[in-house]
């Protein structure tokens, strides 16, 4: 089992919803992730967060509100979204601020598809 | 610039082929570190390994082998007598650390494999 817990697996959502979704680690890491994975697409930055705080924000539109209340905690809330913005998101964690060792650990993502 | 490129999108064999899944990086860091990571059907991102830029050692892990070479930059993953459950995306991956402190990672566009029984 992973040690990065996201839910839900697979989301469908109407365009004008909103939903979130969740990323939990307990690995002691210091650092979350958000990616895109788009079908054809290489893995897309979207946010990342370091003792909580917001280190990066790839352009991503404003209908993607990330969220990160402590260090094992990772939200990623949606409104208004388009078809377009059907994909994987992956969450993963690291430890940011020494040699990532083993690298991201990664979650199994949510595939969310919106109508 | 930081860049990974995979050239290879998609890969077929048969069982029990040898497969080399290609990976080349940019950097102008002199200190770097290189992965490779397996994504299965199942969704999430699995760490294969990992290799320092001051490392230059090749190194094999059962079926799996790296072939690390700072002079053309490349850093090429083999897998010997392939399986079936060798089916998924693979990926290569550059860290570098930041001037702020902490590393930056970047993927590489990822190459599917498949393997016919």
């Known amino acids: 089992e992973t040690g990065v817990t996201q839910t839900p697996r697979h989301l469908v959502m109407g365009m004008t919803n909103k939903k979130s979704l969740k990323c939990e680690q307990h690995?002691?890491?210091?650092?979350m992730y958000w990616y895109k994975q788009s079908a054809k697409k290489p893995l897309e930055l979207m946010f990342v967060?370091?003792?909580?705080?917001?280190?990066e924000n790839n352009s991503v539109p404003s209908r993607f509100s990330p969220e990160c209340p402590n260090s094992s905690h990772l939200f990623l809330h949606l409104h208004t979204l388009q078809p377009e913005d059907s994909a994987l998101y992956l969450c993963?964690?690291?430890?940011?601020?020494?040699?990532?060792?083993?690298?991201?650990?990664f979650g199994s993502g949510t595939r969310l598809t919106v109508v | 610039a930081q860049k990974v490129t995979q050239a290879q999108t998609e890969i077929s064999v048969v069982e029990k082929e040898d497969v080399t899944l290609d990976c080349v990086y940019e950097?102008?860091?002199?200190?770097?570190?290189l992965f490779w990571y397996k994504q299965p059907p199942s969704g999430e991102l699995v760490f294969l390994i990992r290799?320092?830029?001051?490392?230059?050692q090749n190194e094999i892990s059962g079926r799996y082998s790296w072939n690390f070479q700072k002079s053309t930059s490349s850093f090429n993953f083999t897998i010997t007598a392939s399986q079936v459950v060798d089916s998924a995306v693979y990926f290569c991956?550059?860290?570098?650390?930041?001037?702020?402190?902490?590393?930056?990672?970047?993927f590489g566009a990822g190459t599917r494999l498949f393997v016919k029984a």
């Open positions: 993963a964690s690291s430890q940011e601020r020494t040699v990532p060792n083993y690298g991201y650990t």
């Open positions: 290799r320092n830029s001051f490392d230059e």
């Open positions: 967060y370091n003792f909580k705080e917001q280190t």
């Open positions: 690995l002691g890491h210091n650092a």
């Open positions: 950097t102008r860091d002199t200190t770097y570190y």
């Open positions: 991956a550059l860290s570098e650390a930041r001037r702020a402190g902490g590393f930056k990672t970047i």
